[in-house]
């Protein structure tokens, strides 16, 4: 199984930046390393449904967001540290979440990206908290 874990998050205030890790580990199913190539930043708040921020397709670095947060946040990648970035500039409040990093290995990754069910790996999440 392809295992996500997920650092970077923490409290900051509003206007202030935070960089947000995904470190992504492949797995092996009958022998066969299993990887996943389309990767998005997903958060949510207590009461809501996890919506997508930003997907980035590690092979062919296509790369998407949502209207929250473009041209704020940047989605990146390292593929010799197998980690995929999400820098997060002039944080607000509403960007308080539990943020997710999750994974599928598709050939396109723009259709439906920000559907959580479209998903197979997820982590643990990582807190972002912005306060004035």
């Known amino acids: 199984q392809v295992q996500l874990m997920e650092s970077g998050g923490g409290s900051v205030q509003t206007g202030g930046s935070l960089r947000l890790s995904c470190v992504i580990s492949?797995?092996?199913?009958?022998?066969?390393?299993?990887?996943?190539?389309?990767v998005t930043w997903f958060r949510q708040t207590p009461g809501n449904q996890r919506e997508g921020v930003a997907l980035?397709?590690?092979?062919?670095?296509?790369?998407k967001y949502s209207d929250s947060v473009k041209g704020r946040f940047t989605i990146s990648q390292d593929k010799s540290k197998n980690t995929v970035y999400l820098q997060m500039n002039d944080l607000r409040s509403e960007d308080t979440a539990l943020y997710y990093c999750?994974?599928?290995?598709?050939?396109?990754?723009?259709?439906?990206?920000?559907?959580?069910?479209?998903?197979?790996?997820w982590g643990q999440g990582t807190q972002v908290t912005v306060s004035s």
């Open positions: 999750a994974a599928v290995e598709r050939t396109s990754c723009s259709y439906q990206w920000d559907r959580v069910a479209g998903y197979y790996y």
């Open positions: 492949p797995g092996t199913i009958s022998g066969r390393t299993v990887g996943a190539n389309c």
């Open positions: 980035m397709n590690t092979f062919t670095e296509y790369i």
